[in-house]
């Protein structure tokens, strides 16, 4: 056999692998990943919610740290970023103070009769179609499970016949997720409703907060069966803390995002959700800064953001308003402080210098990643690089397939 015939006999062989990474590993999908998930009960969202999200924030923050010098104390920030970071995070909370909202329907609703639900989708639709809008939103309905299925369904359909126009930001979270069957009935729901509404393709969230979804009945982890199952209508994984750790008998004083189940449930999410363009977003804390423990809370949140950063999971739920200074401060903190190495390690990969790195293309894409999701959140300005080589980063961090 010449090299040739060998070479066309490896194509032949290897065309059905070939297509299937592709499939399977679509890669990044170019567009912004919100740093939070801002989780608000039905009966508690209107138009006025994310106005007065900020408006609490800023509240909280003059309260409890009114100025650059005290929020620097309380959370032990370095002193060469304490101004800076201060003047950031109120400027966001002026700006967009939330990047990511969720109307929920489920554990934060609670069950309700029929009736009441109901007006709730609709008033909570009409709200979220009028008023201040945020880069992402959506809703959490009820699970796919028997005892919610039906109501969940009603919910998403009413929800979405008095929403108006849907736009690339509408994201559906699908809560208690424990096979790969309810992801593909999700697909079949959101398939039908845009039949009968006449409605674009719909997006959803698969909630990892069971323990089916790390290990099914046969030892395998289901999670990448259901990103498979789900396709491109799958845009995220969310760990839910509290049901998936108390799943597990972890006793409720121990329950936390940094439990070491935690940690085994979001490294298998990460692992399942790499190279698909599928993002993976960390739980909650529900220590909340409220009363006297304002400063504790604050401390607690700060680092817990920061762990998740450094774990490479760059998204969160926020449970209430006073959480909102602590994770824009954490989140700044951590491109702060990385942009220079990040910045002289890109230049040099690029040809502009020395780094004192050796950084291959993986490496160079994640750097670049890393600039690109801090000027997209507001820890970065594009001033600091220059037209030409923004664009080379943004090419970096999304490489061409």
């Known amino acids: ?7 066309t006999e490896l194509d032949r062989r290897l065309a059905a692998a070939d297509a299937a990474l592709t499939a399977d590993y679509r890669g990044d999908r170019g567009v912004r990943q919100p740093v939070h998930t801002v989780y608000v009960p039905a009966d508690r969202y209107d138009v006025h919610t994310v ?20 929020f620097a104390k ?4 370095p002193p060469e970023f304490a101004d800076e970071l201060y003047d950031r995070v109120r400027a966001k909370l002026d700006r967009e103070p939330i990047e990511d909202l969720r109307i929920d329907f489920e ?20 709200a979220l179609a009028t008023g201040n809008r945020t880069p992402y939103a959506g809703l959490r309905i009820k699970s796919l499970e028997a005892p919610t299925r039906r109501r969940g369904v009603r919910t998403l359909d009413l929800f979405l016949q008095h929403l108006g126009a ?18 593909e009935a999700m697909v079949l729901v959101l398939e039908t409703l845009e039949q009968q509404r006449g409605l674009p393709r719909l997006k959803f969230e698969i909630q990892v907060e069971t323990p089916q979804a790390i290990l099914g009945a046969d ?39 940094e439990h070491p189940v935690a940690d085994h449930a979001k490294d298998v999410m990460q692992l399942a959700a790499a190279g698909t363009g599928v993002f993976v977003s960390d739980g909650s804390t529900n220590v909340l800064p409220v009363g006297d423990a ?18 490479g999971i760059y998204q969160g739920w926020d449970m209430h308003p006073a959480q909102l200074p602590t994770r824009f401060a954490a989140t700044y903190l951590f491109y702060r402080e990385g942009f220079d190495q990040a910045a002289q390690r890109l230049r040099a990969y690029l040809g502009h210098g020395e780094s004192g790195y050796l950084d291959e293309p993986a490496t160079a894409a994640a750097l670049a990643g890393f600039v690109l999701r801090g000027i997209e959140c507001g820890a970065l300005e594009t001033t600091e690089f220059d037209t030409a080589e923004l664009a080379k980063l943004a090419r970096r961090a999304v490489p061409e397939s």
Do not use: C
């Open 1 to 7: 056999m010449s090299l040739d015939d060998l070479l």
């Open 51 to 70: 106005e007065d999200w900020a408006a609490q924030a800023r509240a909280v923050l003059e309260a409890y740290a009114g100025s650059a010098a005290e």
């Open 74 to 77: 309380v959370l032990d920030l």
């Open 107 to 126: 554990d934060g609703y609670g069950n309700r009769p029929d009736d009441e639900e109901d007006a709730a989708a609709i008033a909570a639709a009409q």
């Open 166 to 183: 849907i736009d690339d930001g509408f994201v559906i979270t699908l809560p208690k997720v424990t096979s790969v069957e309810q992801v």
């Open 219 to 257: 030892g395998t982890a289901l999670i990448a069966r259901m990103i498979k199952a789900g396709g491109p209508r799958v845009t995220g994984l969310h760990y839910g803390t509290y049901d998936y750790s108390a799943s597990l008998g972890v006793a409720a004083a121990y329950q936390s995002m």
């Open 294 to 311: 304002v400063h504790d809370a604050w401390r607690l949140h700060f680092r817990l953001v920061r762990r998740s950063l450094a774990r």
